[in-house]
């Protein structure tokens, strides 16, 4: 009922459609981002993209014109910078805090405060039908990128020596895996906020974890997982007039607890029976 | 037949050689051993072999319809991450990407291999379980699995028995023998010496002042191969 009442409203319809393939891609690329330990590379682009909206709004130019060739640019710099030894997370943590200076910097010159608030939390207003293609496209794009490569991307996760001296170019799935995460963050980050849109890339895959043993079904599970948390999010925020970005995260939160603590008993009920 | 010919190759990392004027030959059918101290080249030698480190002068060459991307490799289980959550099947199935044309999926052909090289290795009963929930010496077979499905031909293990308990040591060795018997090249990094004494053929020793490759009648008589007897306890009659 509380949905045909959503639907009913061609900008939450939009809001619902973009979100549920953001939801999807989102965990997706999660799971390798994860395994591979790149979880701070995620992070760090969400910043990126709130420096990039904020410099965007003070030009007033069209935001995600800006902030997806930003993002992009950042996603291979993120990648070069954690690969180096001992991790780079420090200068990821400078390049982040720098960022959202600049975008905080920028949104205040321009004066529009309201502005901030959506940037750094989201705002479901922001999807207009323009969006909505780009997102379209976007997300098609990561999707079926994903999907071609999806045992590619699994071996480069899993075991990169073995891959490499193979003939597999880790290089370029590192590449790829960085490209698309760029990509879905810019898309995703106008609907819940920069502050909040790595999250949808890692409690997914770490909820998934908790209960699922193999790639495919921690995948299966991952993409379930957002979807039903994304949607029991943006059902809350409408019924109780809560931040969107928010109440989908807190949905991911509450999920994550139930699943550690089903994994839990499981292994426990194992041991007990083993 | 020739697989790997490598004539007075220098290898090392970034124009630093760790190994210089090294000549040797891998056979179809051989069973090398590749022994020597910490630090004097053996790792040097794996990924240059692999193609991971191009060597500083000289050239290894591929022949006999070997490829440098179709080596079986078998990596330490350290460089693993023990909690990735992966079935055997989809580990097993990843070491024939290097010859995967295919969009979408594997094929039926590569999924009967697969399964081929499961009962091969005695695992096929776990090829729906996850990685993690194994012991050290059956993921040791997953891997060897995996690296089968790269190629048929050339295994090369980078010290396989690490952290194996004594009787899955033993598995191990007797199954890699095995695989020699029935034809396939092995290549095996190792610190321990039983392999060397019983199954290898030829060894490649290096140490920091040189290096020994050669029969492995030859090797025990030569000075390196008494000082590597020694220092592992066996002395030499």
């Known amino acids: ?274 | 037949m020739n697989l790997i010919i490598g004539n007075d190759i220098t290898i090392g990392y970034e124009g630093e050689p760790v190994v210089s004027h090294l000549t040797f030959s891998v056979e179809s059918g051989d069973y090398i051993c590749i022994v020597g101290e910490n630090g004097s080249g053996k790792s040097t030698f794996v990924k240059s072999v692999l193609g991971l480190i191009p060597p500083l002068s000289g050239k290894i060459v591929f022949s006999g319809g070997l490829r440098q991307d179709s080596i079986g490799y078998l990596p330490q289980r350290s460089a693993i991450q023990q909690d990735f959550p992966s079935s055997v099947t989809e580990i097993v199935l990843s070491g024939c990407l290097n010859r995967h044309h295919r969009l979408f999926g594997y094929s039926r052909e590569e999924k009967a291999r697969c399964r081929t090289m499961l009962e091969r290795l005695g695992i096929a009963g776990l090829s729906s379980l996850s990685f993690q929930e194994l012991s050290g010496g059956q993921q040791q077979r997953v891997l060897l699995a995996r690296a089968m499905m790269a190629t048929e031909r050339l295994l090369l293990l980078d010290e396989p028995a690490t952290g194996l308990d004594p009787q899955a040591t033993a598995e191990l060795y007797s199954m890699i023998d095995s695989l020699n018997g029935s034809g396939i090249t092995v290549m095996m990094v190792t610190h321990d010496i039983h392999p060397a004494l019983n199954a290898a053929g030829k060894i490649l020793h290096f140490s920091h002042d040189g290096y020994f490759f050669g029969p492995k009648d030859e090797y025990f008589k030569s000075e390196k191969g008494m000082t590597f007897m020694k220092e592992a306890g066996h002395d030499h009659h």
Do not use: W
């Open chain 1, 1 to 274: 009922m509380i949905i045909t009442e959503i639907l009913s409203y061609p900008f939450l319809s939009r809001a619902l459609f973009v979100g549920f393939l953001i939801s999807i891609s989102s965990s997706l690329l999660g799971v390798s981002l994860v395994l591979r330990r790149y979880s701070m590379i995620g992070d760090g682009l969400s910043h990126v993209g709130f420096g990039a909206l904020g410099i965007a709004s003070l030009l007033s130019l069209s935001p995600l014109y800006v902030t997806l060739p930003v993002v992009v640019v950042s996603a291979f710099l993120l990648l070069r910078l954690s690969q180096r030894k001992g991790g780079g997370d420090s200068a990821i943590a400078l390049l982040s805090s720098s960022a959202l200076a600049i975008g905080v910097a920028a949104v205040s010159i321009g004066g529009v405060n309201t502005d901030l608030n959506a940037f750094l939390f989201g705002s479901i207003l922001s999807v207009s039908r323009s969006d909505a293609l780009i997102s379209l496209a976007v997300s098609l794009v990561t999707l079926s990128a994903y999907l071609v490569f999806y045992h590619q991307i699994y071996a480069t996760t899993f075991d990169p020596a073995f891959a490499k001296a193979t003939g597999l170019r880790c290089e370029r799935y590192n590449n790829l895996l960085a490209l698309l995460t760029a990509l879905v963050i810019v898309v995703g980050m106008r609907m819940l906020g920069s502050m909040l849109i790595s999250s949808l890339l890692i409690f997914p895959s770490l909820s998934a974890m908790k209960v699922a043993r193999t790639y495919f079904r921690v995948s299966v599970i991952a993409a379930a997982e957002s979807v039903a948390a994304f949607l029991a999010g943006f059902i809350a925020s409408y019924a109780l007039s809560l931040p969107t970005g928010a109440s989908i995260v807190i949905a991911h939160m509450l999920i994550f607890i139930i699943l550690s603590a089903s994994g839990l008993i499981i292994r426990r009920i194992h041991s007990v029976i083993s």
